[in-house]
């Protein structure tokens, strides 16, 4: 029995050394990144998914390692660029020739095989050995195992880029030819690429707070949203509030919110590294503490809004992070890479959240996507106890993305040595090319070529066009006087044609800027003279008309108007003269409806026609009645909270607004829009209800303006 159950424990047994001999073979591939690593801002680019690539062709995460199948040629770019950084990886090839290469600050736009600096992974092509430059700098041949582990490091700082292979230096240069983009690989068909340890550090990311003072940041209040209550003439909340900002501990320290600082500098394309820390009452919802990216200079709440504290690895509501973040153990280093659209954000190393907006660019986040420049704000909301961020720092990123690496020019005369030495002579057209470019002659090559050149330059109607042709020439021959003429004249045509298109753009800013003046004025001037034709105030419709009408006399929506007011008018005469008639008549019935109407007023309701909530109606009995699908969403809440099965009415979708005692209705920015008896609302416009106006939330709910006589 006992032998029998010592047998029964051995299945269990080697199953345990199986999984922790597999799992000892797994954790060989892709390690995570060490505290130090992490600590330093070193980037894990691959975790075992395609998150944050851009493949072409069939590309697989295979024991924990990026591999590529034998199919046909592919390649793999990062999606987010980067400018001066150190790369450190492990690839390994299981054939030759493999075509396995390298791609540092190459553009996804174009050509991407033809733009920024290409290292060879393998001895596939002879000029080039494993760890070269192509173009730049060829290493000395290497012989490449298959089927084995090779480390690479690549520093790219400036112009100087270094390679080193298997700890050995291979290539070291200095060379402008790109600055910024992407990092990639490719493979060729019949051969496999695998790769692991992706890792990379940018370099140059300068301090924007030095932990000592505030200097280079500015103070922000929060303008608080003006009160419309009987009473907001005594109370003080119009005021806008700063907030509390000082330096504690070498990090900035904000309280008793709500308020913002923020930098001086703006910024578009780039790096951005920082800790940051929030006090928040756990038991208190909605509190979002944020450092907000390309915010409008002087606003809160304009940028995209990085979260802070429990809210880390969040963009506001547009983006949350791809795992639940655990940041009780201490401060988390954060690092944003943002380049046009996208933005992606590592947490201490590992990318946490990608987000790329579709949206079409505004001026406000909540109107669409912000495409621009902008400044950092830390902002603190008024629940939150305090905010502090340290070790803040940035380093832009080039606005153009890869650069093509072309051929060097080769030397125009070898050395003696050199011929002594290859004991073969030159022939007798490449001898006379030499003395001519010795002499300062050029060689029939080379006065063809420039003659071409400057062919295609008169032609061309482009100045742009014109000086790269002639600044071909002047390269080739530097004493060419008609190409150096003619890019002079070229580069005034240049500036003569930017100088044209600044006074056009000008021009038609300031026409646009007076069009949209008259137009603003136009639309209030109408709006106000049909209030009060609703209203019945005929005499002050009539004069605000008349201002509209100076405008665009000949608008149809104005003599529609007109005509109605003249109608008015005009009836509101001859029932002047047949009241003069009747007026003992109406003396006594006037005294009979002044009674009645002292005890009785009209008061307005919004009765739901259409909807989940058919027949209900709500008063409006306030200044201003805010609609919308919720209750409340931190500071702000609705009056009428409107039920939809499809949830086409927004969070908050419009307000009734009473004003010299007429009755407005303004869409505030709804998703879905806002009609008023069959026309569209535009967005923050005020738009005049009449009696019995229907007001349509979304194509789903259906409000009536309605009046009911109460007691007063």
């Not at 001895?123 to 298959?146: E, H, M, N």
Request: hydrophobic share 35%; aromatic share 6%; charged share 20%.
């Amino acid at each position: 029995m006992r032998a029998r159950e010592r047998w029964k424990s051995w299945p269990g047994i080697i199953l345990l050394i199986l999984g922790i001999s597999i799992c000892c073979k797994y954790s060989l591939f892709s390690e995570p990144l060490t505290p130090t690593e992490a600590e330093e801002g070193w980037l894990r680019l691959y975790d075992g998914t395609l998150t944050g690539w851009s493949a072409n062709g069939n590309w697989q995460t295979k024991e924990d390692a990026l591999t590529s199948d034998m199919g046909d040629t592919r390649s793999i770019f990062t999606a987010y660029p980067l400018s001066d950084f150190v790369l450190k990886f492990d690839y390994r090839i299981n054939a030759t020739p493999s075509g396995a290469t390298l791609r540092i600050r190459a553009s996804h736009d174009g050509e991407p095989t033809e733009s920024g600096y290409r290292i060879p992974l393998s001895d596939t092509v002879k000029d080039w050995p494993a760890g070269s430059i192509v173009k730049r700098a060829a290493a000395q041949p290497t012989f490449i195992s298959l089927n084995t582990w090779h480390s690479v490091t690549v520093e790219a700082n400036g112009n100087h880029i270094r390679v080193e292979l298997d700890g050995r230096p291979t290539a070291d240069i200095h060379d402008d030819s790109s600055r910024a983009g992407y990092i990639g690989f490719e493979s060729t068909r019949g051969a496999a690429l695998d790769l692991r340890n992706l890792r990379a550090r940018p370099l140059n990311v300068k301090q924007i707070f030095d932990g000592s003072d505030l200097s280079g940041w500015k103070n922000v209040p929060y303008q608080h949203q003006p009160s419309k209550g009987l009473f907001h003439v005594f109370s003080g909340s119009n005021k806008p509030h700063s907030a509390d900002w000082s330096v504690k501990s070498g990090a900035i320290h904000g309280e008793k919110g709500p308020g913002a600082i923020e930098t001086e500098s703006q910024y578009d394309n780039f790096v951005l590294q920082f800790r940051a820390t929030a006090n928040v009452d756990p038991n208190k919802k909605g509190v979002y503490p944020a450092l907000s990216i390309r915010n409008q200079s002087g606003s809160i709440g304009t940028g995209y809004p990085l979260g802070i504290g429990s809210h880390i690895g969040e963009i506001g509501s547009l983006a949350r992070p791809r795992k639940p973040v655990d940041n009780s153990k201490g401060d988390v280093l954060e690092t944003v890479i943002v380049n046009e659209r996208s933005i992606f954000i590592f947490l201490n190393g590992t990318l946490s959240t990608a987000y790329h907006d579709t949206r079409p660019e505004a001026a406000s986040l909540k109107q669409g996507a912000r495409i621009g420049g902008g400044v950092l704000s830390l902002e603190i909301p008024e629940d939150a106890h305090a905010v502090d961020i340290k070790s803040l720092a940035a380093v832009s990123i080039p606005a153009s993305m890869g650069g093509i690496v072309k051929d060097q020019p080769e030397p125009q005369l070898a050395s003696a040595k050199a011929q002594s030495a290859s004991g073969a002579s030159a022939d007798t057209a490449t001898q006379a090319a030499q003395l001519a470019a010795a002499l300062g002659v050029p060689s029939p090559q080379v006065r063809s070529r420039s003659a071409e050149l400057i062919s295609r330059a008169v032609k061309s109607n482009d100045p742009q066009e014109q000086m790269d042709l002639y600044d071909q020439v002047i390269k080739i021959d530097p004493s060419n006087a008609a190409a150096i003429q003619g890019y002079k004249d070229a580069q005034q045509k240049l500036a003569q044609q930017q100088a044209q298109q600044e006074q056009q753009q000008h021009a038609q800013q300031a026409e646009t800027q007076k069009a949209s003046a008259s137009e603003q004025q136009l639309q209030s001037s109408l709006a106000s003279a049909e209030a009060s034709f609703l209203g019945g105030h005929i005499h002050e419709a009539d004069r605000t008309l008349r201002i509209a009408e100076r405008i665009a006399p000949s608008n149809p929506v104005v003599n529609d108007l007109r005509r109605r007011i003249d109608n008015a008018l005009g009836l509101r005469r001859r029932l002047l003269f047949a009241g003069s008639a009747a007026g003992l008549a109406a003396l006594f019935g006037g005294s009979l409806f002044f009674f009645r109407r002292r005890r009785l007023s009209r008061h307005p309701v919004l009765e739901v026609v259409q909807g989940l909530d058919q027949g209900r109606k709500y008063p409006l009995d306030r200044d201003v009645v805010r609609i919308g699908a919720i209750a409340q969403d931190g500071g702000q809440k609705n009056d009428i909270v409107v039920r939809d099965v499809e949830h086409m009415v927004s969070r908050f979708h419009c307000e009734v607004v009473k004003k010299n005692g007429y009755l407005l209705l303004k869409d505030m920015n709804s998703s879905n829009g806002t009609k008023v008896d069959g026309k569209a609302v535009p967005p923050g416009t005020l738009v005049p209800l009449g009696r019995s106006s229907r007001i349509d939330l979304g194509g789903t709910v259906v409000l009536r303006l309605g009046y009911e006589r109460k007691k007063a």
